[in-house]
C-alpha cells in the first residue's frame, strides 16, 4: 500500500511564500517521477511541477522563476518552494507518484492541502 500526505498550505498575502511538504510511504512504486499538481472548483487538474530521477525539473509558465520543486531522499519527501505568491496561486495543491496498481503503473495522489492568497 502506498501513502503521499501533503501539509503546508496555508493562507498568505501576495508576494508570501509557503513551501509544501509531501511525505511518501509504502513500497509500491513504479516511478521515482513526482509531481505537483494544482486544481480549482470548476477547473482541471493542471500540472505546476515535476522532478524525474535524472533531476531533471519542469514547471508550469505561469509559476516559472517563482517556484522550486525539490526531494529529499533519506525523508522521503517531495517539496514546493512557492515564493512570491500571487492571488491565482490559490487553489487546492496535490502530489503524485506512479504505483503499481495490481499490474497497471498509474498516479496515486495524496489528500491535498489548501493554499489560499489574497491580494
Known amino acids: 500500500q502506498v501513502q503521499l500526505v501533503e501539509s503546508g498550505g496555508g493562507s498568505v498575502q501576495a508576494g508570501g511564500s509557503l513551501r509544501l511538504s509531501c511525505l511518501a510511504s509504502?513500497?509500491?512504486?513504479?516511478?521515482?517521477?513526482m509531481k505537483w499538481y494544482r486544481q480549482v472548483p470548476g477547473k482541471e487538474r493542471e500540472v505546476v511541477a515535476s522532478?524525474?530521477?535524472?533531476?531533471?525539473?519542469t514547471y508550469a509558465d505561469s509559476v516559472k522563476g517563482r517556484f522550486v520543486i525539490s526531494q529529499d531522499n533519506a525523508k522521503n519527501t517531495l517539496y514546493l518552494q512557492m515564493n512570491n505568491l500571487k492571488p491565482e496561486d490559490t487553489a487546492m495543491y496535490y502530489c503524485?507518484?506512479?504505483?503499481?496498481?495490481?499490474?497497471?503503473?498509474?498516479?496515486?495522489w495524496g489528500q491535498g492541502t489548501q493554499v489560499t492568497v489574497s491580494s
Open positions: 503524485s507518484r506512479p504505483a503499481w496498481d495490481s499490474t497497471l503503473c498509474r498516479e496515486y
Open positions: 522532478l524525474e530521477l535524472n533531476g531533471r525539473t
Open positions: 509504502g513500497y509500491d512504486w513504479c516511478s521515482t517521477d
